[in-house]
């Protein structure tokens, strides 16, 4: 019987405001029953992989939550294209306007200005063209006083400011549409408003959550997941290299802090160690390009000791492919021409290192390529003059270090596209062995509709079996049993048949009736999944048949 739907049985990680990640900015009702916070998550990208790709239009990335003060349920949330930079309540109307936006780094300041309601829970961007809002605040319940960016570095000769005040007055904000407020050319010049202080927006919430009894802490980006055999769950996000659920409770039995980010974990064959990966200071960044070491820590998974022997820091920032019998690699991810070789060291199961491999230039965009049970260590390689170009899955024979090429990533000769990698599986079932990854094909005007994918490609020769088609970028895969478990960033999760590839499970995943974004995801047991998210949850779910 195909699967009917997946439900979320419990959520670890949770807690109140979790859904707004880093608050920015925090405003109070003027009766005080609801906060409404503009917060950050981390973008979705890390110094091994990028997960960001959505065909547009999109909403964004940074979160906006409305909760009740009573018992901190969310009521509302949404996501912008720009990060929140105030935020007033109407002081009669069930309305909140929001500040967005943000220096593009060359030439425009970019953002919108929204307007919520909390009735229907309906948003119309109020400006018809991009543009920051630096302050809004409500003069009375006509007149809505506002402070925006110049448009453009030109405009500051111009006027003499990069900040122009406007006043709006009118008697139908309950009536707003789209683009109905067309700033004036020759707006009052003033000086820059204070910025959004996250100091004070985290303050309040802290001091909100204990008068309420509930500890508020943030958490992010768990971009790591696994399920052990005895039903415990591993995870690695912000701040935590590693840490352990219990299966049969759900509550946290250890965790290995980390300055930074978690960013992979790879199990033992028998379960009695993981190897954590984390980013190392400085503090991890939004954005994952960087040259700085990674960590890599051994951890007992009775327990979650970590000896100082087995604590390692890279030479360089690293990411870690694996295969089924416990030998693993170390591939050096830095983009720039002094990584030119691109070395991989290869290490035996007891973590001893046997010897190094050129593999070509790595970035995060093209070569992430991160694929369970495989019997070979697999990676992506381009040309030796543009490692982007042309990429071959290759195979690395340990403890020798000999590269073999296996077939080209790209499937199709005659489209000849070029493609990105992303995460998979190996499975041997009826059909023979294979591999199912997933990748999006690249396009200069971002990625488009259908340019995603998932394809199960038979092992070693590569052609493709079948192709699932997908219009936002897959973020991460698993495979057992003859079903393999797809999430994408634009919050869905697909389940597949892993013969033919026919769909047996299309489903949003959401927390209390909010849209989740999942980086993460593992097979526990038979009809059993977890999923990490971006905002720091973990989802423990069945899918039911």
């Known amino acids: 019987m195909s699967p009917a739907e997946l439900r979320v ?181 003033v000086p820059d408003p204070p910025r959004a202080d996250p100091a004070a927006a985290a303050a309040h919430l802290g001091r909100l959550g204990r008068e309420r009894g509930r500890t508020w802490s943030p958490r992010r980006t768990v971009w790591a997941v696994r399920g052990l055999s005895d039903g415990r769950i591993l995870a690695a996000l912000e701040g935590i290299g590693l840490e352990c659920w219990s299966g049969a409770s759900g509550e946290p039995l250890w965790r290995v802090p980390a300055e930074g980010a978690g960013c992979q974990i790879t199990v033992s064959p028998d379960e009695r160690w993981a190897l954590a990966l984390t980013q190392t200071p400085p503090r991890f960044q939004d954005r994952g390009w960087t040259t700085d070491p990674s960590m890599l820590r051994r951890v007992d998974l009775a327990r979650g000791d970590v000896r100082a022997t087995e604590t390692e820091t890279a030479a360089t920032p690293v990411v870690v492919t ?55 260590l697999l990676f992506l390689q381009g040309r030796e003059d543009k490692p982007w170009r042309d990429k071959w899955v290759v195979a690395v024979d340990a403890p020798e270090g000999r590269v073999r090429r296996l077939f080209p990533l790209e499937w199709d000769a005659a489209r000849g596209g070029h493609l990105y990698g992303g995460a998979g599986a190996y499975l041997d079932d009826a059909s023979g062995p294979a591999l199912v990854h997933t990748g999006v094909v690249h396009d200069g005007a971002g990625l488009l509709p259908g340019n995603a994918f998932v394809v199960r490609r038979a092992y070693p020769g590569g052609a493709a079996q079948w192709v699932f088609i997908a219009d936002h970028q897959a973020t991460a895969l698993d495979a057992a049993d003859g079903i393999v478990y797809v999430v994408f960033n634009s919050g869905e999760l697909v389940v597949l048949d892993a013969r033919d590839g026919a769909v047996r499970l299309r489903q949003e995943l959401r927390v209390n009736g909010h849209r989740v974004v999942p980086l993460s995801l593992s097979r526990v047991a038979a009809g059993r999944l977890v999923i990490g998210t971006l905002d720091g949850r973990i989802l423990d779910c069945t899918v039911l048949t």
């Not at 964004?60 to 009521?75: A, F, I, K, N, Q």
Request: aromatic residues 10%; contains cysteine; hydrophobic residues 35%.
């Open 9 to 189: 049985d419990r959520v670890l990680g949770d807690g109140p405001f979790r859904e707004i990640g880093e608050p920015r900015v925090a405003a109070v009702s003027p009766d005080g029953r609801l906060i409404a916070v503009g917060g950050a998550l981390a973008h979705p990208q890390w110094h091994g992989q990028d997960v960001s790709a959505r065909s547009r239009p999109h909403p964004g990335w940074y979160p906006v939550g409305v909760y009740r003060t009573d018992d901190l349920s969310c009521r509302y949330h949404l996501t912008s294209r720009w990060r929140s930079n105030t935020i007033a309540f109407h002081p009669a109307l069930p309305l909140v306007a929001i500040g967005t936006g943000s220096y593009d780094g060359g030439w425009a300041y970019e953002g919108e200005l929204l307007l919520l309601d909390l009735d229907s829970g309906s948003v119309v961007s109020l400006l018809p063209h991009s543009r920051e809002v630096r302050r809004v605040t409500w003069r009375d319940a006509r007149t809505l006083d506002l402070v925006l960016a110049i448009p453009c570095d030109e405009d500051e000769k111009r006027f003499g400011a990069r900040s122009l005040a406007w006043a709006v007055t009118r008697d139908d904000w309950a009536s707003a549409t789209d683009g109905m407020l067309r700033p004036p050319f020759g707006a009052d010049p």
């Open 322 to 376: 694996a295969r089924a019998d416990g030998w693993w690699a170390l591939r050096d991810t830095r983009h720039d021409s002094r990584a030119a070789s691109g070395e991989a060291l290869l290490h035996a199961p007891d973590g001893r290192p046997t010897n190094t491999v050129r593999l070509g230039r790595y970035d995060l965009i093209n070569h992430f390529f991160d694929i369970r049970y495989a019997p070979e």
